[in-house]
Antibody
Framework: EVQLVQSGAEVRKPGQSLTISCKGV????????VGWVRQMPGKGLEWMGI????????RYSPSFQGQVTISVDKSISTAYLHWGSLKASDTAVYFC??????????????WGRGTMVTVSS | SYELTQPPSVSVSPGQTARITCSGD??????GFWHQQKPGQAPVLVMY???ERPSGIPERFSGSSSGTTATLTITDVQAEDEADYYC???????????FGSGTRVTVL
Protein backbone atom coordinates (compact mmCIF):
# COMPACT_ATOMS: atom_id res chain seq x y z
CA GLU A 1 0.00 0.00 0.00
CA VAL A 2 1.29 3.45 -0.93
CA GLN A 3 1.43 5.64 2.17
CA LEU A 4 3.36 8.15 4.24
CA VAL A 5 4.20 6.96 7.74
CA GLN A 6 4.94 9.70 10.25
CA SER A 7 6.78 9.41 13.55
CA GLY A 8 4.90 9.53 16.84
CA ALA A 9 3.88 12.39 19.10
CA GLU A 10 6.61 14.38 20.82
CA VAL A 11 6.75 16.52 23.95
CA ARG A 12 9.65 18.93 24.44
CA LYS A 13 10.57 21.97 26.49
CA PRO A 14 11.20 25.42 24.98
CA GLY A 15 14.74 25.73 23.67
CA GLN A 16 15.13 22.03 22.96
CA SER A 17 15.74 20.60 19.49
CA LEU A 18 13.54 18.11 17.67
CA THR A 19 13.42 16.15 14.43
CA ILE A 20 10.28 14.39 13.20
CA SER A 21 10.15 12.03 10.27
CA CYS A 22 7.99 10.92 7.36
CA LYS A 23 8.70 7.62 5.58
CA GLY A 24 7.38 6.98 2.08
CA VAL A 25 6.18 3.41 1.59
CA UNK A 26 5.21 1.56 -1.57
CA UNK A 27 6.44 4.01 -4.22
CA UNK A 28 9.64 5.46 -5.71
CA UNK A 29 10.35 7.96 -2.92
CA UNK A 30 13.06 9.83 -4.83
CA UNK A 31 10.82 11.14 -7.61
CA UNK A 32 7.98 12.85 -5.75
CA UNK A 33 8.09 16.17 -3.90
CA VAL A 34 7.40 15.76 -0.16
CA GLY A 35 6.34 18.69 1.97
CA TRP A 36 5.39 19.70 5.49
CA VAL A 37 2.25 21.46 6.70
CA ARG A 38 1.59 22.95 10.14
CA GLN A 39 -1.79 23.05 11.83
CA MET A 40 -1.86 24.85 15.14
CA PRO A 41 -4.64 23.91 17.58
CA GLY A 42 -8.02 24.95 16.18
CA LYS A 43 -6.40 26.76 13.24
CA GLY A 44 -5.94 26.30 9.51
CA LEU A 45 -3.30 24.67 7.36
CA GLU A 46 0.05 26.42 6.80
CA TRP A 47 2.42 25.39 4.00
CA MET A 48 5.92 25.23 5.47
CA GLY A 49 8.19 23.88 2.77
CA ILE A 50 8.97 21.04 0.42
CA UNK A 51 11.86 18.89 -0.79
CA UNK A 52 12.59 16.85 -3.91
CA UNK A 53 14.38 13.75 -2.63
CA UNK A 54 16.25 12.97 -5.85
CA UNK A 55 18.44 16.09 -5.66
CA UNK A 56 17.40 17.54 -2.27
CA UNK A 57 16.13 20.79 -3.85
CA UNK A 58 14.27 22.49 -1.01
CA ARG A 59 11.87 25.42 -0.98
CA TYR A 60 10.46 27.18 2.07
CA SER A 61 7.59 29.51 2.72
CA PRO A 62 9.01 32.92 3.74
CA SER A 63 7.10 32.46 7.00
CA PHE A 64 9.16 29.39 7.89
CA GLN A 65 12.52 30.11 6.21
CA GLY A 66 15.18 30.02 8.91
CA GLN A 67 12.75 28.62 11.50
CA VAL A 68 12.92 24.96 10.48
CA THR A 69 15.08 22.71 8.31
CA ILE A 70 13.70 20.16 5.87
CA SER A 71 15.97 17.33 4.81
CA VAL A 72 15.78 13.86 3.34
CA ASP A 73 17.58 10.51 3.39
CA LYS A 74 16.50 8.87 0.16
CA SER A 75 18.35 5.67 1.03
CA ILE A 76 15.67 4.99 3.64
CA SER A 77 12.85 6.89 1.88
CA THR A 78 12.47 9.33 4.75
CA ALA A 79 11.96 13.09 4.98
CA TYR A 80 12.65 15.09 8.11
CA LEU A 81 11.53 18.32 9.75
CA HIS A 82 13.97 19.77 12.26
CA TRP A 83 13.84 22.54 14.85
CA GLY A 84 17.04 23.76 16.45
CA SER A 85 15.32 25.61 19.30
CA LEU A 86 11.63 25.04 19.92
CA LYS A 87 9.17 27.67 21.09
CA ALA A 88 5.79 27.20 22.74
CA SER A 89 4.23 28.56 19.54
CA ASP A 90 5.58 25.51 17.67
CA THR A 91 2.90 23.41 19.38
CA ALA A 92 0.90 21.98 16.50
CA VAL A 93 0.13 18.96 14.37
CA TYR A 94 2.61 18.58 11.54
CA PHE A 95 1.54 16.73 8.40
CA CYS A 96 3.81 15.49 5.69
CA UNK A 97 2.32 15.15 2.23
CA UNK A 98 3.37 14.09 -1.25
CA UNK A 99 2.70 15.60 -4.65
CA UNK A 100 0.63 13.63 -7.16
CA UNK A 101 3.37 13.74 -9.82
CA UNK A 102 7.09 14.59 -9.98
CA UNK A 103 6.26 18.19 -10.85
CA UNK A 104 6.52 21.07 -8.38
CA UNK A 105 3.43 22.55 -10.05
CA UNK A 106 1.17 20.08 -8.38
CA UNK A 107 -0.78 19.43 -5.20
CA UNK A 108 -0.45 17.36 -2.06
CA UNK A 109 -2.50 14.33 -3.05
CA UNK A 110 -1.33 11.95 -0.33
CA TRP A 111 -1.07 12.92 3.32
CA GLY A 112 0.45 11.37 6.41
CA ARG A 113 -1.66 11.09 9.55
CA GLY A 114 0.17 13.90 11.32
CA THR A 115 2.61 14.20 14.21
CA MET A 116 1.54 16.14 17.30
CA VAL A 117 4.33 18.27 18.73
CA THR A 118 3.79 19.80 22.17
CA VAL A 119 6.24 22.38 23.48
CA SER A 120 5.70 23.24 27.12
CA SER A 121 7.80 24.07 30.13
CA SER B 1 4.23 35.86 2.42
CA TYR B 2 1.58 35.14 -0.20
CA GLU B 3 -2.03 35.35 1.00
CA LEU B 4 -5.11 33.54 -0.23
CA THR B 5 -8.47 34.76 1.08
CA GLN B 6 -11.50 32.55 1.68
CA PRO B 7 -14.84 33.25 3.39
CA PRO B 8 -14.80 31.85 6.93
CA SER B 9 -18.03 29.93 6.53
CA VAL B 10 -20.65 28.78 4.08
CA SER B 11 -23.98 27.26 5.11
CA VAL B 12 -26.10 25.21 2.75
CA SER B 13 -29.11 22.91 2.94
CA PRO B 14 -28.84 19.30 1.76
CA GLY B 15 -29.33 19.03 -1.99
CA GLN B 16 -28.41 22.66 -2.59
CA THR B 17 -25.21 24.06 -4.10
CA ALA B 18 -22.25 25.38 -2.12
CA ARG B 19 -19.71 27.69 -3.72
CA ILE B 20 -16.42 28.43 -1.96
CA THR B 21 -14.21 31.18 -3.31
CA CYS B 22 -10.48 31.76 -2.97
CA SER B 23 -8.91 35.08 -3.92
CA GLY B 24 -5.23 35.62 -4.65
CA ASP B 25 -3.19 37.97 -6.79
CA UNK B 26 -1.25 35.17 -8.50
CA UNK B 27 -4.26 33.02 -9.42
CA UNK B 28 -4.36 34.31 -13.02
CA UNK B 29 -1.05 32.50 -13.61
CA UNK B 30 -1.00 29.74 -10.98
CA UNK B 31 -3.21 26.67 -10.56
CA GLY B 32 -5.68 26.40 -7.70
CA PHE B 33 -5.99 23.24 -5.63
CA TRP B 34 -8.57 22.33 -2.98
CA HIS B 35 -8.40 20.13 0.11
CA GLN B 36 -11.19 18.90 2.38
CA GLN B 37 -10.50 18.30 6.06
CA LYS B 38 -12.86 16.70 8.55
CA PRO B 39 -12.30 16.97 12.32
CA GLY B 40 -9.39 14.92 13.59
CA GLN B 41 -8.42 13.75 10.10
CA ALA B 42 -5.73 14.52 7.58
CA PRO B 43 -6.80 16.64 4.60
CA VAL B 44 -7.96 15.04 1.36
CA LEU B 45 -7.34 16.53 -2.09
CA VAL B 46 -10.68 17.14 -3.82
CA MET B 47 -9.61 19.27 -6.80
CA TYR B 48 -6.32 19.92 -8.58
CA UNK B 49 -5.10 22.16 -11.40
CA UNK B 50 -8.22 24.32 -11.09
CA UNK B 51 -10.79 21.80 -12.31
CA GLU B 52 -9.42 18.26 -12.27
CA ARG B 53 -11.04 15.81 -9.87
CA PRO B 54 -8.88 13.06 -8.29
CA SER B 55 -10.13 9.52 -8.58
CA GLY B 56 -12.63 8.67 -5.89
CA ILE B 57 -13.94 12.21 -5.49
CA PRO B 58 -17.66 12.45 -6.30
CA GLU B 59 -18.72 14.20 -9.48
CA ARG B 60 -20.69 16.74 -7.44
CA PHE B 61 -17.34 18.44 -6.73
CA SER B 62 -16.15 20.79 -9.47
CA GLY B 63 -13.66 23.62 -9.76
CA SER B 64 -13.06 26.71 -11.82
CA SER B 65 -10.80 29.74 -11.90
CA SER B 66 -11.22 33.17 -13.41
CA GLY B 67 -8.93 36.12 -12.89
CA THR B 68 -7.88 36.38 -9.25
CA THR B 69 -10.58 34.00 -7.96
CA ALA B 70 -10.72 30.21 -7.83
CA THR B 71 -14.01 28.53 -6.94
CA LEU B 72 -14.88 25.11 -5.59
CA THR B 73 -18.49 24.16 -6.24
CA ILE B 74 -20.33 21.33 -4.51
CA THR B 75 -23.67 20.53 -6.14
CA ASP B 76 -26.34 18.42 -4.46
CA VAL B 77 -24.59 18.87 -1.11
CA GLN B 78 -24.67 15.84 1.18
CA ALA B 79 -24.31 15.69 4.96
CA GLU B 80 -20.89 14.07 4.58
CA ASP B 81 -19.61 17.18 2.75
CA GLU B 82 -19.62 19.11 6.02
CA ALA B 83 -15.94 19.93 6.56
CA ASP B 84 -13.28 22.61 6.33
CA TYR B 85 -12.11 23.39 2.81
CA TYR B 86 -8.73 24.95 1.99
CA CYS B 87 -7.52 26.32 -1.31
CA UNK B 88 -3.82 26.08 -2.17
CA UNK B 89 -1.82 27.90 -4.81
CA UNK B 90 1.67 29.16 -5.57
CA UNK B 91 3.05 32.68 -5.35
CA UNK B 92 3.51 34.67 -8.57
CA UNK B 93 7.03 33.38 -9.15
CA UNK B 94 6.01 29.78 -8.51
CA UNK B 95 8.64 29.37 -5.79
CA UNK B 96 6.46 28.31 -2.88
CA UNK B 97 2.86 27.53 -2.01
CA UNK B 98 0.32 28.87 0.45
CA PHE B 99 -3.01 27.71 1.80
CA GLY B 100 -6.08 29.84 2.08
CA SER B 101 -7.52 30.66 5.47
CA GLY B 102 -10.09 27.90 5.18
CA THR B 103 -13.89 27.79 4.81
CA ARG B 104 -16.13 25.77 7.09
CA VAL B 105 -19.02 24.30 5.16
CA THR B 106 -22.03 23.60 7.36
CA VAL B 107 -24.86 21.44 6.07
CA LEU B 108 -28.03 22.68 7.72
Amino acid sequence: EVQLVQSGAEVRKPGQSLTISCKGVGYNFATYWVGWVRQMPGKGLEWMGIIYPRDSETRYSPSFQGQVTISVDKSISTAYLHWGSLKASDTAVYFCARHKTDSFSDAFHMWGRGTMVTVSS
Amino acid sequence: SYELTQPPSVSVSPGQTARITCSGDALPKQYGFWHQQKPGQAPVLVMYKDNERPSGIPERFSGSSSGTTATLTITDVQAEDEADYYCQSADSSGNYYAFGSGTRVTVL
